[in-house]
């Protein structure tokens, strides 16, 4: 057992989904847990690609013998967006703002039809599977 775990860098990847209707699956994206699915149960991806390198500070503990080499590749440290080409790097720039202003969350969250078409619970059903297990006494985390 070690402290260290390897792990590959790559520009990006896609991520294909074909689990069929009500399913979907699970992942992490800017921080916060999401949860992807096809409202017809089709197949679907993710591109998911390295679009900003971000530096961060190393504490007063960072000790390269459990941690690793953090500049494997030399590579030169700084804020900057990444990309094959500068077309490339200004597409994620304007992609960025449309998040932050909004204009990608009819492509990003789904509506209440997709979501009872894909056959999920929604909102008023999971108040009252919510109420159901409080009444049993089951914590609403294991319900």
């Given at each position: 057992p070690s402290l260290v775990?390897?792990?590959d860098k790559k520009a990006g990847m896609t991520l294909t989904f074909e689990g069929g209707q009500g399913k979907?699956?699970?992942?992490?994206?800017?921080?916060?847990?999401?949860f992807?699915?096809?409202?017809s149960g089709g197949v679907f991806s993710i591109n998911?690609?390295?679009?900003?390198?971000?530096?961060?500070?190393?504490?007063?503990g960072y000790d390269p013998r459990i941690t690793g080499d953090p500049f494997p590749d030399n590579e030169a440290v700084g804020f900057r967006f990444m990309g094959e080409s500068q077309l490339e790097c200004s597409e994620m720039k304007q992609r960025i703002l449309k998040y932050v202003r909004g204009d990608l969350n009819s492509e990003l969250s789904a509506t209440r039809a997709e979501i009872i078409a894909a056959g999920l619970p929604c909102e008023e059903e999971i108040i009252e599977i919510h109420a159901s297990c409080m009444e049993l006494g089951v914590v609403a985390a294991s319900c």
């Open positions: 775990y390897q792990t979907g699956l699970f992942f992490q994206w800017d921080g916060e847990a999401r992807a699915f096809s409202p998911v690609r390295k679009i900003l390198s971000v530096p961060v500070v190393l504490g007063p």
